[in-house]
């Protein structure tokens, strides 16, 4: 059993920065692929990036070249660099071993315009 925490959300106005980040405990970290969803009230959960054991990287569209996604095995972290944010970026935040029900609780971004 994996357990996930967020951190790093909160307020920021359009154009602003936020790293988000997930601690992992419980499992190898290292074996997991490791991704950061999304998800907007009354809309679905989506992915927004991932990163691999090997640290290859996936970014959905609409984040390419705002969003880093990186890890740090030592610390059974994951991490969300999100720059030049905008108003659709607002929303609650989730890290997840990708391909097992390991969730976090989620942490909220809300960007102003």
């Known amino acids: 059993q994996v357990q996930l925490v967020e951190s790093g959300g909160g307020l920021v106005q359009a154009g602003g920065s936020l790293r988000l980040s997930c601690a992992a405990s419980g499992g190898t970290f290292s074996r997991y692929t490791m991704g950061w969803f999304r998800q907007a009230p009354g809309k679905e959960r989506t992915l927004v990036a991932q990163?691999?054991?090997?640290?290859?990287?996936y970014y959905t569209d609409s984040v390419k070249g705002r969003f880093t996604i990186s890890r740090d095995n030592a610390k059974n972290t994951v991490y969300l660099q999100m720059n030049s944010l905008k108003p659709e970026d607002t929303a609650t935040y989730y890290c997840?071993?990708?391909?097992?029900?390991?969730w976090g609780q989620g942490t909220q971004v809300t960007v102003s315009s």
């Open positions: 990163i691999t054991r090997t640290d290859n990287t």
């Open positions: 997840t071993a990708v391909g097992y029900n390991y």
